[in-house]
């Protein structure tokens, strides 16, 4: 099981194991109203989709979602004109932390024929405004923890004071003017969603706005269409559910939201998924470890998908004990997970029965772009196979296709992947290629076993007189080593510039172990252009986006900065 290569005169196309059908309807009509022949995993009226996980009594049924979904759609339309002149034109900004009722948001501004954007509720006003201006934002949404930066921000970009909004996180579905809280704007009215079946429409639908992370640069914004969304969720999900039917007949979903409604992980993964799934999504506001593990345990969680920082918490806590035995599926993305590491944390997790398995995505891919099929064991390190309907390539920096089995830029064709980047026509002529989607990821096709391995980001791979090093393997490597808690590698400037070497940043107790050991560490087990030439630098933490993935812009700012020579 697994993808396949095609090779003929024109170059070699990678396909998943098969194509299947999926609805050609908008995603609300698909979480709502879609007929499902097996209803053991969907949604029923009163089926909890999302809870508070401080306060489970706290909750809203699909019958709830769907009441306030056009209360919510009626209030954006009546008073501030979303969706007016239009579908797709008006941008409605949400900086939030995550809470049980932030769904309805997303669902209420794509029933106004609305552009929902969540951004990350770290940002700074600067930041902030940097992205309201950049999207032409229409209106803006925050929650009391965002509140005094969404205020800020929305002044320096010019956004009228009326047009910041407060919503609620618990109790009754509120949503009221930042600058007039005593007016309530959700009334009885309601605006129910247009259902689309036009397949151009769907395709060239713009619903959501997703941020790129901008760990090598500025982010950029993701476009996303109904077609996506659907695609994706029915595609990677409804396979998983037939295999369920056979192997796993009494499975219930449960899962807990931990990550940022700004990442697709948040979107795709809790907003979507789950519903479509008929499962809940527990919500935390924000990733607290030993909440997490609390809220593991207290409500039995049967899947989630984390990403590699998380995992390796799991790894190495002393902490951890029974509070995963429930968990019957894992899954990690967003940054490469290491052998070592993979099996470290799979042993805490399920009783030891429930083994991480890898996927790889991006926000242009609407999330996952491979899966491991329900039931496989892959234990070496890969991605997984495609996902139905997606197409993949594996070219050289001259667009060629390389031979199978080595190396070069994953590039993807498929219903899943976004038709391009918001109001940026010079990211677009360079990401999108006669149709193919250009990834930035450097990957290799095994033909043994049909599965794909990522090896880094093309442009972080280091270049030591001609060889190229994989940060990501040298992280996996430290990361096996029991003193060290976290590391990031990047490649600095040697011999007066005309060269580059590794350089490791790690977490770790100075007394305990030296920067010295670290290079022979790494020295003992990997090949010689992949030494620690240089050298080692200890931090209390390396840092990271919100959805976990290393930011090594912030490193290369340390070295700038940086006086002299480091050990």
């Excluded at 790690?506 to 990997?526: D, F, H, P």
Aim: aromatic residues 10%.
């Amino acid at each position: 099981m697994g993808s396949k290569a095609v090779t003929s005169s024109s170059g070699t196309i990678y396909y998943p194991e098969q194509s299947r059908d999926y609805p050609h309807v908008d995603l609300l009509t698909l979480l709502f109203d879609y007929q499902i022949t097996d209803t053991r995993w969907t949604s029923h009226e009163d089926t909890t989709l999302h809870a508070s996980a401080e306060n489970p009594s706290q909750h809203i049924t699909k019958a709830d979602a769907r009441k306030q979904t056009k209360r919510t759609a009626h209030a954006f339309r009546e008073h501030f004109g979303i969706g007016a002149k239009g579908a797709g034109k008006d941008v409605v900004t949400v900086i939030s932390t995550g809470h049980y009722l932030v769904p309805l948001l997303f669902y209420g501004v794509i029933a106004a024929d609305g552009i929902f954007s969540a951004v990350s509720a770290a940002s700074t006003d600067k930041e902030l405004c940097n992205l309201l201006t950049s999207a032409g934002c229409s209106l803006l949404v925050c929650n009391e923890a965002t509140k005094d930066v969404a205020v800020k921000a929305a002044a320096a970009a010019g956004l009228p004071e009326d047009r910041v909004v407060i919503m609620s996180e618990r109790g009754d579905w509120s949503l009221r003017r930042v600058h007039q809280p005593s007016k309530e704007l959700i009334s009885d009215g309601e605006l129910g969603w247009r259902r689309i079946t036009d397949q151009k429409e769907l395709a060239d639908s713009l619903v959501v706005l997703i941020y790129s992370s901008g760990t090598t640069g500025l982010p950029k914004s993701v476009c996303i269409s109904h077609e996506n969304f659907v695609s994706e969720c029915c595609l990677t999900q409804d396979p998983m559910k037939e295999k369920k039917a056979i192997m796993n007949p009494k499975f219930e979903y449960r899962t807990l939201a931990h990550l940022p409604i700004a990442h697709i992980a948040g979107i795709q993964g809790y907003f979507v998924n789950p519903f479509y799934l008929g499962g809940t999504a527990y919500w935390m506001p924000r990733f607290d470890f030993s909440k997490f593990l609390e809220y593991n345990k207290k409500y039995r969680i049967t899947f989630f998908f984390t990403v590699p920082p998380i995992y390796l918490l799991i790894a190495k806590s002393p902490e951890v004990t029974d509070q995963f035995d429930s968990l019957e599926q894992a899954v990690s993305g967003a940054a490469p997970l290491g052998k070592e590491l993979q099996y470290a944390a799979s042993s805490k997790l399920g009783q030891g029965q429930t083994f991480i398995s890898q996927t790889w995505g991006l926000s242009e891919s609407t999330g996952s772009a491979t899966v491991l099929p329900y039931g496989m064991k892959d234990d070496t390190g890969s991605v997984s196979s495609l996902v139905a309907n997606v197409t993949a390539r594996i070219v050289d920096d001259e667009g060629k296709d390389v031979p199978v089995g080595k190396s070069g830029e994953i590039i993807l064709k498929g219903p899943i992947i976004s038709k391009g980047y918001y109001r940026n026509d010079k990211a677009n002529t360079e990401a999108y290629r006669d149709g193919w989607y250009c990834t930035g990821d450097i990957g290799y096709f095994n033909k043994g076993n049909s599965l794909f391995y990522i090896i880094d980001r093309k442009k972080e791979l280091i270049k030591y007189k001609g060889l190229q090093v994989a940060p990501a393997e040298l992280e996996a490597l430290l990361l096996s080593h029991d003193l060290i808690l976290d590391a990031a590698v990047i490649g600095v400037p040697i011999e007066a510039g005309y060269n580059e070497a590794p350089r490791a940043y790690v977490v770790a107790e100075q007394k305990k172990i030296s920067a010295e050991q670290i290079k022979r560490y790494v020295a003992e087990n990997a090949a010689s252009h992949k030494h620690l030439r240089g050298g080692v630098v200890f931090l209390d933490a390396i840092p990271k986006s919100p959805s976990g993935k290393i930011l090594r812009k912030d490193l290369r700012e340390l070295v700038k900065r940086e006086k002299g020579p480091k050990l």
